[in-house]
C-alpha cells in the first residue's frame, strides 16, 4: 500500500507537558484521527483499523474500551433480525 508522510508542526513543550515521546504522541495522534473517521462514518472499520496501526480485533478492543460503538445497527434492527430467523 502506497502511503503518504503528512507533517505537522508541534511546540516541542508539548511532548513534555504530556510525558510522552514523540512517536507515542504519533501513535496516539494517528489512532485519535482514526477513530473520528470512524465515528464520522468517514472510513469502514477496516479502513480505520489501518489506519490506526492495529487488525481490526485489536482496533475493536480499543473502540470497546473507550466505549464507542462498533455497530450502527439499533436493538430495533437486531430484534427485527433475530425475528426473522
Keep these: 500500500m502506497e ?3 503528512i507533517k505537522i508542526d508541534v511546540p516541542s513543550d508539548i511532548f513534555k507537558a504530556l510525558h510522552e ?3 507515542e504522541f504519533k501513535k496516539e495522534l494517528t489512532l ?3 477513530i473520528r473517521l470512524y465515528q464520522q462514518n468517514k472510513f469502514s472499520l477496516g479502513k480505520a483499523s489501518v489506519l490506526a496501526g492495529y487488525n ?3 482496533f475493536e478492543k480499543i473502540l470497546s474500551a473507550d466505549n464507542i460503538t462498533i455497530s450502527n445497527l439499533s436493538v430495533s ?3 427485527g433480525d433475530l425475528k426473522k430467523m
Design 56 to 58: 481490526r480485533y485489536e
Design 21 to 23: 515521546t514523540e512517536d
Design 3 to 5: 502511503t503518504v508522510c
Design 32 to 34: 485519535s484521527a482514526a
Design 77 to 79: 434492527d437486531i430484534l
